[in-house]
């Protein structure tokens, strides 16, 4: 059975085609995305503590995949030295996306709203993650998005499935049931890197503003956004019904 999709053609059966890939291993799972969707697959990154695994674990199976990484203009010096060094290494097709307004501009016109609680950092992330994303998935034509998102991570991706779907396009999570120790042993197997800001005690990297190191005992994604947050809004849905949705399962 095929169960190919481009734009225009019928969905896929997600619940089947998630017992499917079950039983595959990550790899296999690319691969068959890879046969699935076609030219209609990018893979985000956000160049954070362990995005060479998807980097790596996807362009061997799929070289020249359009990387698309949202450049907010606030992350760390680490990050962009981090991701020039990732982009030559693994020849990557780097795709980089950014606000349609300057940090500075916002700054001037709307002050350092991330400071101001949960709804001042929705406000924030709107404009330098999620209007981008949707940018770039709309100018790409992209049909299927790779994402390294592991269930162990947070409450809202422990629910997740290998295959999904967010504002009308399919979500490929090929790591989703990895373990810290399994990312920890594929770097070593391919002689990969983590961020450089791993070896100060930053388990999950995003923005300077709203990332810090964390201390033992925390989960990898306690340093982000303040406490108040597990997710810059960029893998969950945006469209009112799959917010009330995701509302109604407690996510």
Not at 102 to 130: I, N
Not at 171 to 187: E, G, M
Not at 199 to 227: C, K, L, W
Request: glycine share 10%.
């Amino acid at each position: 059975m095929s169960m190919t999709k481009t734009q225009g053609e019928a969905s896929l059966d997600v619940a089947a085609a998630n017992d499917h890939l079950e039983a595959l291993d990550a790899q296999e799972v690319v691969r068959w995305a890879h046969e699935t969707f076609g030219e209609g697959l990018i893979l985000s990154s956000s160049f954070g503590a362990q995005s060479a695994v998807m980097l790596h674990l996807v362009t061997r199976v799929v070289p020249g995949i359009p990387v698309v990484w949202i450049d907010t203009g606030y992350l760390f010096p680490e990050t962009y030295k981090f991701a020039a060094a990732l982009e030559e290494r693994l020849g990557l097709n780097l795709r980089v996306y950014q606000p349609e307004v300057t940090p500075a501009r916002f700054e001037a016109l709307h002050g350092r709203v991330w400071e101001s609680g949960g709804e001042g950092l929705d406000a924030y992330h709107r404009v330098f993650k999620v209007e981008p994303m949707q940018r770039a998935l709309r100018e790409l034509g992209a049909t299927a998005w790779f994402a390294g998102l592991r269930a162990e991570q947070s409450a809202s991706r422990s629910s997740l499935g290998t295959l999904g779907e967010q504002d009308g396009v399919y979500k490929v999570h090929p790591i989703l049931k990895w373990s810290t120790r399994q990312v920890h042993a594929y770097l070593k197997e391919h002689d990969l890197p983590y961020h450089p800001l791993v070896d100060q005690g930053y388990a999950s990297i995003g923005d300077v503003h709203s990332t810090r190191p964390i201390t033992a005992g925390e989960d990898e994604r306690a340093g982000r956004f303040g406490g108040l947050k597990q997710e810059c809004g960029i893998h969950l849905p945006s469209s009112a019904e799959e917010s009330a949705s995701r509302d109604a399962s407690g996510l």
